[in-house]
Structures are given as structure tokens and as C-alpha cells.
């Protein structure tokens, strides 16, 4: 075989091109090919290139680690770009705990590195004039020990030009040296001097500085915007009024800012909003989407039957992503083209949705990425990154917007309230017979998908319609199992593929219309869906006098789910006492300890918390003394990473449960700032976390931003419960709730 | 009107309007990214900067108050090659999830620590109760402190 021969044999087929150089393309490289996830200098330096991206939640090190580990060289040697529309494969957004699954897998950046990884051994093969099977690869190049040729030497700089192969080998976890091993942030240098550029640091020659006008109540529109309030203020370039889009640009952002808030304009009312006090019953009435996600068709014969019934309300409230920075963009449109650098989690569907909105063709729209502060789902970085777009076309120059608090606040898309009915019945042993549940939950809008720039507020307020929803009941029979939102306890088997044991249940859900935008934030629906399923499994258990480990155990039959549950209760020392305890002092401080556990997303991760807290019975006041978190997310690659995910995560959890919840009054947002919507500050008592770690080599690779989160107040719910005999059901746990349920024990 | 401001050992003279935050100044005119935008309000510290020791929130604070003071930021403390040991204790602690933080959350408890040496784990407690992260590395960060605050005894 000559060496043409060898390499089309070999599907290798090196064309003359300087595959350092990447051309910045109109449309993203295609998935299917190891040119667009790879490039090997003639110096042997790797780049990865990367749909997903980093937000602080550490995939930027494990996509590093991955293709270090399957390319055999050193972490350093190799570099990575995320999200850039024009150089980077489309992986639609960054989400929902599924970048571990998209890349390290069966196909794209893990599969792509094997597939070079198998086909520079057979160039090393034919240089060499040895079998592949004398080669070993190791540090970035070939040989057999005594003779070797360097990557670089075998590529001379040029492409792969390869279809990406399914059935590439990867390397199996027992062979890691470089994932599975805790690896610093590299960016760390950076950030802690200062020097670390965010979007907010994004400078572009001749940028102006716009803001934006929102309307002052919600479902507000434009009557009248009286343009001469702000003229000859100094430095201001422009207003832009485009239907109830309002936008000033001026020289200087202290400039911009102040024409935005003399800027007078005359605006309808609004619509009037429902008393927050009587929200959640309000809920229930309106017309409403249902699905049904599971129906084994017997639960109320079941339910009839049982020995014992319980029932119990849960309810949730909006809440924010509260992202630490304001929401930044800056967008340079000019004429036909358009470039915007954006902190958005989703630059592809930036990319259409701004090209709908400018009215140019989506292969002139480039999208490039910068990290924005922690974003944790859809917070203001879409939004602002159309007001900047629009904004930039008005005066045909580069325009950076910073987006206010209070507009940060008032208008991002929150994570939806809830209304969760639990409803069981216990049997003659005091297992659970039957289990029925329904759910009433809030939307409008959401991400920006491919067609959808009316999914957040200034689309809208350009006039792109928010997708509705079609009221639907009753609801279909369910589809397939798949329990994506958690809306399914993990104690039902659903025909042996949930991961419990309790043969008859129904889930019903009820997607309504929401006064505010809604969208994703950190576990959406899972967090609200499992506060309610494992603070109701604590409830059963506490009727049944069985200890709620044990009680767990005894309706699960996942041995993965039992592993993470049983790993929680050992680290935690968990002894069977009886429960509800007896003789609880009902003054003065008093301690717990409560459990949950979770697949996330019915196939994401298993996770199982146990909390011990404090209860101040005179001031309502919770302190959570320690959380012990155990995880299997499959083989971990970072373990430094997940640790950092799981003790955020479960922070985050914290807050949330103990002081977040959007307010409103008549007509508009009333939570706007940090004295208005209270978050917890970086010093609080911390409680000791403890993470275990249930390594799973063999399993496929799952997400882990969003474990402990989803568990925290449910744990912490059940050690109120232990310490006090008083039933939390409402988040968050506020000293006002918890003084009530106290009273109403 | 011109504003005469030392920043990180720098003479700058800024024509500005006087009632321009101090960190809209260093941010846009000066360039440089250690003070950071989060709310502008004085409520979460991502702003900080540090003047005769103290942590100023640089986003309530005009240039005017400020004229002719000598400022240091975030990029003054140290650099990626050479990090001051406070900087040094947060990567020590791998103590950053997005990083945004870090400016208010690192420069408020230098201030605190430079001045109280001797500060007890409630006190530094007690001095970042009013700065946020909403990554919520906050169990790191403290410990990233409390070593800051050892090493420096
Ligand atoms: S930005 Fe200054 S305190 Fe928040
Ligand atoms: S690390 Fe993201 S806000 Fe602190």
C-alpha cells in the first residue's frame, strides 16, 4: 500500500490547507467532522473547539481533561474555545447539567479526539513502518520506545479532513491519567488580580454606551416618549423608540445613564396583578395545559383501599437567578453584518433570533461568547444582548448596554412558583399503597430557541410574539417514561422504569399563563417537583413510625439510587432512632436531621443529602450545621470541580430555601435590589459540607451542577421537622413561616 | 472639569463630569477590569476598591468625593505571575466559581484583616456579611480568608 492508499484506507486524507488558521466561517463547522472539534499545529500545540461553555461551573477544565486524556499529552498542551458562532461546533446551549453527557459520551468532543487519537496511530503506523500494535502513544507522539514521530510531525500542521467515527475506541476509565484527577482552575491567576476579561471588560474601538427604558408595570405599553426632556444633555448620541422598545445612546455609560432616567415617557397602566397573598389558590382557576406523566389507572381504587390517606399542599415561589453581575452585551451592526458579544448560554439561538430582530441573514450574525458572572439558566444576558444589537443598528456603531439591578431584577425570567397537592395512601404495614400527584405551575416565555426572540422582554417589546400555550384537558394519556422535570417520585416503579417500587400512581401536571417571564433556573421544576416528593416521603414515613432512611429504602429499588442513599447515611452516621422523635422540647434551640434523595432529571445523576440544622424556637431563626452530599454522576472527571459544583450548589440551595421569593404589588416587581430579595452573603454560618463521592467508572458520564441544589430545602424542610414536630410546606422557610408552624404544632 | 486621581501608583487626570461614579471612571475610561458593575447600589461589593486602606464601594462613590485620592484596585494588589498572599490564599483554596466576586469578596477582607490582624472567624464572619456570591463559593472563600488572615499573624 503506498502512502496515498494507506491514508484513504485509513480515511485520513490531508489536504493542503493551514488548519491552524481556522477560517472564521458563516455557519458553525459541522459536528459530524474532527476538524471542527480539532486542531494539531505543526508544533504539536492542540486546540479544542467546544459548543459548550464555561460559566463557572468548571467544563472548561474536564472538556480539556477529556481531550488531553484520549490525545495522550499533558493537560497544558491543550488549548480550548467555546461558543464562538463562527469558529465553534453548534451544541445548541449550555444546559440542564448536559454538557457531560453531550461531550464525554458517545459522540462529539470525546469521540472526536478518539477518532484522531486512532487515526494518527495509523499515520504513525505507516511513518514508522510499524503494525499498530507495537505503538504506543504517549506526551504528543508515536513509537514503539526506541523509534517515535511527533503529532505535529505527522499531521505538518494540516487537517484531519475526517468524518467523526462512532465506533472509535475511547479510552476506558482504568487507563486515566489525566481525567479522574483533580485539576486547579486555570483561570484562577486572573481572577483573582483583577485581570480576567468578563463581558463587562468587552472593549471595542469607537463603542458608545446605551441603556435601556423599561416599561414601569407590568404589560405597560407606549402611549407617548417626549424626546426634548433629554435634549442637549451632554454626550447623548440618540434615542431609539421602536414600538415599546426604548433605548438612549451616548458617549459615556454615567451619560447614558442619566438621559435614560430624565427620558420622559407616557405609559398605559398595565395590567392589574393578582394579590401575592392569594396567588397560589389563584393558580388552581386559571385555564390551565395539562399532561400527565404517569397513570397506572387504579389510584383511587388504591387510594379508597389504604389504610390510611395523607394529603399535603407544597408551594414554591418564583424565584431569580439574582446573577451577582448586571447583564452586559456589546454589538458592533454594521450594515449588513452584525458581530455581538454576549454572555448568553445559548449563542447559536442568539445568533437567529438576533438576525430576526436586525433583519439581516443569520450567516451575518456572529455570536461570540464572554463570560458573564454565574448565570445558572436564563438571567438578563440574552435580553440585553438584543437591547444592544438594536440599539448599535440605531447609530451604526459599536454600543456596549449594562443593564440596572432594577432592571436586571424586574424583568429577567424567573424559575416558576408552584402549587404541588401530594396525595398517598398507606397500607396495613405501612407501605405506601398508592401515590397521586398534581401540580399547578406558571410560564411565559422562556430561553430564546431558534425562532423565539419574544421568550424574554425586549423581544417582546419589540413586538416578536411570546409563544403561548394552548389551555389542554383533560390531558392526554402519558407518552413514554421519561422524568426529565422530577415531576415523578423516585419511589414509583411506572412499570419498572421509574427507580422505586409502588406500582399505582398518577402525576398530573398544569402549566398555566404567568403574569411574569419564566424560564430555567438551577434545576427548574426538579428543585420545586423533589422539595415537594421528599418532604411528603418524610411525611409518610413519619405516619408509618419508620425511620426515613429506612423508610426510603424500603420503596426503592434502584441499587443506585440505595448506594447514594446508604453512602449519605453512613458518612452522615445515620443510626434508626425513632421517628417522629418523642419528648421534643417545644422552647429554646433545638436540633435535626433530615434526608432526601434523587435521580435528577430521572437519568442525570444520582444524589442523596442528608442536612442537620439548628431551629431558634423563639425567633424562627434555622442554621444549618452541616449538609454530608453523596454523588454518583457516573466517572468523574474533575474531582476538584465537583466538589466546588456540590458545595455551590447546596449554598445556593440554601438561599433559596431560607430567604428568596419575587414580590409584587398591584401593578409591578417589588423585589429589585438585595435589600428587596435577600440573598444570602458570602459570610453567614456556613455550615460544614461534606462530599461523597460514589465514583461510577463504568457508567456513562452525568451531569452534576444541579445535585445537591435540587435537594437541599427538602432535607432541610425534614430537619425542621425532626427538631420541632412543625411541618415546613412553604418556601422559603422564613423565621415569620417557621414561628407560624411552630405555633401550629 | 479635569479630576486628578491616583490609581494602582498611576497619576490619571480625567475630564469627567465630577458626579460620574469612581467606577465608571476605572472601568471605562481607565480600562480596567478588577472593579466590577454588579448593582451599582452599594449592596453587593463587586465594586470595591481600596483607599487609605478601607474598602470603598466605588460605584456610590463620586469622583468628586474621591479627587486627588490615591486608589488601588484588584490589579494593584499583585499580579498572575506574582499574586499578593490574599491572592494567593484564593487560588491556594481553588475559591471561585464565575469569579465576579472575587474583587468585592477579596479587597473588603484585606481591608478588614489589614486592619483587625488579629480578628476572630465570627468577626471575619461578621466583616463579609454584606458582600455577596451568588456561585455561593462562599464555605472556600471563608477559608480562603481564614489563611489569608493566619499567614499574616
Ligand atoms: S456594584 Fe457597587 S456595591 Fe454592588
Ligand atoms: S464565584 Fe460567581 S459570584 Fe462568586
Known sequence: ?????????????????????????????????????????????????????????????????????????????????????????????????????????????????????????????????????????????????????????????????????????????????????????????????????????????????????????????????????????????????????????????????????????????????????????????????????????????????????????????????????????????????????????????????????????QENVRVIFARGSGCYGVNGADTVTYDAAVLSQAVGKPVRVQLTRHDEMAFENYGPAYVIDQRAGLDAKGNIAAWDFESWSPTLGGRPGANTPGNVITGALLGFPTPGFTPRSPAPAPGAYANNSNGVPSYLSANNRGTGTIASGRVLTHSVESNFWTGPLRSPARLQNTFAHECFMDELAAHAKADPVEFRRRHLRDPRMLDVLNAAAKAANWAPRPFPRTGLRKSGIVTGRGVACVLYEGDNGYTSIITEAEVNQATGAIKVRRVISANDVGPVSNPMGLRNQVEGGALQGLSRALGEEVTWDEHQITSVDWRTYRSLPVGFDIPVIETVIVNRPDAEAAGAGETSITLIAAALGNAIFDATGARLRQIPFTPERVKAALAAR | MSISLKVNGRMHSLDLDPDTPLLYALSDDLALNGPKFGCGLGQCGACTVLIKGQAVRSCVTTLKAVSGADVTTLEGLGTPEKPHPIQQAFITEQAAQCGFCLNGVILTAKAYLDRNPKATDAQIQQAMSAVLCRCFTSSRMVRAIQRYAKEAK
Open chain 1, 1 to 361: 500500500m503506498n502512502r496515498r492508499e494507506f491514508l484513504q484506507a485509513s480515511g485520513v486524507l490531508i489536504v493542503g490547507f493551514n488548519a491552524t488558521l481556522r477560517a472564521q466561517t458563516a455557519m458553525s463547522p459541522s459536528l459530524a467532522q474532527v476538524d471542527s472539534w480539532l486542531v494539531i499545529a505543526a508544533d504539536g500545540s492542540i486546540t479544542a473547539y467546544s459548543g459548550k461553555e464555561e460559566l463557572g461551573q468548571g467544563i472548561a477544565v474536564a472538556q480539556q481533561q477529556l481531550v488531553a486524556e484520549e490525545l495522550n499529552v499533558p493537560f497544558e498542551r491543550v488549548k480550548l474555545i467555546y461558543c464562538d458562532t463562527a469558529q465553534t461546533p453548534d451544541q445548541a446551549h449550555t444546559s440542564g447539567s448536559q454538557s457531560h453527557p453531550a461531550n464525554f459520551n458517545h459522540d462529539n468532543l470525546g469521540q472526536a479526539a478518539a477518532t484522531a487519537g486512532e487515526a494518527l496511530l495509523k499515520l504513525a503506523s505507516e511513518r514508522l513502518g510499524l503494525p499498530v500494535s507495537q505503538l504506543t502513544a504517549a506526551n504528543g507522539s508515536i513509537g514503539n520506545g526506541t523509534r517515535s514521530v511527533s503529532y505535529g510531525q505527522l499531521l505538518g500542521g494540516k487537517k484531519f479532513n475526517l468524518a467523526l467515527s462512532t465506533t472509535a475506541k475511547r479510552k476506558p476509565p482504568s487507563a486515566w491519567t489525566v481525567l479522574g484527577k483533580p485539576i486547579n482552575n486555570p483561570d484562577l491567576p486572573a481572577l483573582v488580580t483583577g485581570q480576567f476579561p468578563f463581558i463587562h471588560n468587552v472593549r471595542v474601538p469607537g463603542m458608545l454606551h446605551g441603556r435601556v427604558v423599561r416599561p414601569p408595570a407590568v404589560g405597560a405599553t407606549v402611549i407617548s416618549v417626549d424626546e426634548s426632556s433629554v435634549s442637549g444633555l451632554p454626550g447623548l448620541i440618540k434615542v431609539v423608540v421602536k414600538k415599546d422598545f426604548i433605548g438612549v445612546v451616548a458617549e459615556k455609560p454615567w451619560q447614558a445613564l442619566q438621559a435614560a432616567a430624565k427620558l420622559n415617557v407616557k405609559w398605559t397602566n398595565g395590567k392589574a396583578l393578582p394579590a401575592q397573598a392569594a396567588f397560589y389558590d389563584a393558580l388552581r382557576k386559571q385555564p390551565a395545559r395539562d399532561t400527565m406523566l404517569v397513570d397506572s389507572r387504579n389510584v383511587d381504587a388504591s387510594l379508597r383501599g389504604s389504610t390510611a390517606t395523607l394529603k399535603a399542599t407544597y408551594l414554591h415561589p418564583y424565584q431569580m437567578h439574582g446573577s451577582l453581575a448586571s447583564s452586559c452585551a456589546v454589538a458592533d451592526v454594521q450594515g449588513s453584518k452584525a458581530t455581538l458579544w454576549s454572555a448568553t448560554q445559548a449563542v447559536w439561538y442568539q445568533k437567529s433570533t438576533s438576525a430576526a430582530i436586525l433583519g439581516l441573514k
